[in-house]
Protein backbone atom coordinates (compact mmCIF):
# COMPACT_ATOMS: atom_id res chain seq x y z
CA UNK A 1 0.00 0.00 0.00
CA UNK A 2 2.62 2.28 0.82
CA UNK A 3 4.53 1.63 -2.19
CA UNK A 4 1.37 2.36 -4.03
CA UNK A 5 0.66 5.68 -2.11
CA UNK A 6 3.99 6.82 -3.19
CA UNK A 7 3.74 6.05 -7.03
CA UNK A 8 0.97 7.87 -6.93
CA UNK A 9 2.63 10.62 -5.72
CA UNK A 10 5.19 10.74 -8.02
CA UNK A 11 3.12 10.00 -10.89
CA UNK A 12 1.25 13.04 -9.58
CA UNK A 13 4.26 15.32 -9.26
CA UNK A 14 5.78 14.44 -13.06
CA UNK A 15 2.09 14.97 -14.34
CA UNK A 16 2.41 18.94 -13.35
CA UNK A 17 3.95 21.17 -15.59
CA UNK A 18 6.56 23.70 -14.31
CA UNK A 19 4.68 26.39 -14.79
CA UNK A 20 2.01 24.70 -12.57
CA UNK A 21 4.26 23.76 -10.07
CA UNK A 22 5.61 27.59 -10.13
CA UNK A 23 2.37 29.03 -10.19
CA UNK A 24 1.68 27.11 -6.82
CA UNK A 25 4.49 28.05 -5.50
CA UNK A 26 3.46 31.33 -5.90
CA UNK A 27 0.36 30.86 -4.74
CA UNK A 28 1.20 29.17 -1.25
CA UNK A 29 3.83 32.22 -0.54
CA UNK A 30 1.12 34.64 -1.25
CA UNK A 31 -0.80 32.94 1.30
CA UNK A 32 1.39 32.42 3.54
CA UNK A 33 2.43 36.04 3.09
CA UNK A 34 -1.10 36.98 3.56
CA UNK A 35 -1.06 35.16 7.01
CA UNK A 36 1.38 36.38 8.00
CA UNK A 37 0.65 40.21 7.75
CA UNK A 38 -3.03 39.80 8.59
CA UNK A 39 -3.69 41.96 11.86
CA UNK A 40 -6.00 39.64 13.43
CA UNK A 41 -2.79 36.50 13.79
CA UNK A 42 -0.68 39.29 14.55
CA UNK A 43 -3.21 39.95 18.01
CA UNK A 44 -3.54 36.18 18.48
CA UNK A 45 0.28 35.54 18.47
CA UNK A 46 0.39 38.59 20.92
CA UNK A 47 -2.79 37.05 23.04
CA UNK A 48 -0.69 33.96 23.43
CA UNK A 49 2.85 35.30 24.11
CA UNK A 50 0.57 37.72 27.49
CA UNK A 51 -1.12 34.39 28.21
CA UNK A 52 2.14 32.32 28.02
CA UNK A 53 4.11 35.07 30.47
CA UNK A 54 1.02 35.01 32.60
CA UNK A 55 0.54 31.53 33.16
CA UNK A 56 4.81 31.21 33.81
CA UNK A 57 4.03 34.04 36.48
CA UNK A 58 1.04 31.96 38.20
CA UNK A 59 3.47 28.82 38.01
CA UNK A 60 6.14 30.65 39.25
CA UNK A 61 4.34 31.67 42.48
CA UNK A 62 2.70 27.98 42.98
CA UNK A 63 6.00 26.35 42.89
CA UNK A 64 7.47 29.21 45.24
CA UNK A 65 4.88 28.60 47.65
CA UNK A 66 5.07 24.83 47.00
CA UNK A 67 8.88 25.22 48.34
CA UNK A 68 8.30 26.67 51.44
CA UNK A 69 5.34 24.07 51.80
CA UNK A 70 7.55 21.04 51.61
CA UNK A 71 10.18 22.70 53.60
CA UNK A 72 7.92 23.10 56.64
CA UNK A 73 6.77 19.57 55.61
CA UNK A 74 10.65 18.17 55.99
CA UNK A 75 11.17 20.14 59.08
CA UNK A 76 8.07 18.55 60.38
CA UNK A 77 9.02 15.21 59.91
CA UNK A 78 12.71 16.07 60.47
CA UNK A 79 11.46 17.09 64.10
CA UNK A 80 8.81 13.93 64.08
CA UNK A 81 12.14 11.37 63.77
CA UNK A 82 14.14 13.25 66.00
CA UNK A 83 11.38 13.20 68.95
CA UNK A 84 10.88 9.30 68.57
CA UNK A 85 14.61 8.51 68.65
CA UNK A 86 15.11 10.56 71.82
CA UNK A 87 11.87 8.39 73.34
CA UNK A 88 13.70 4.99 72.15
Given at each position: ????????L?????????????????????????????????K???????????A?????K?????????????????????????K?
Amino acid sequence: MRAFTIVLLALACVACSKADMHQTSHDLKSAASDIKNDPAVKKLGTDVKVAAKDAGAEIKKGAAAAKVELRKAGSDVKHTVDDDNKKS
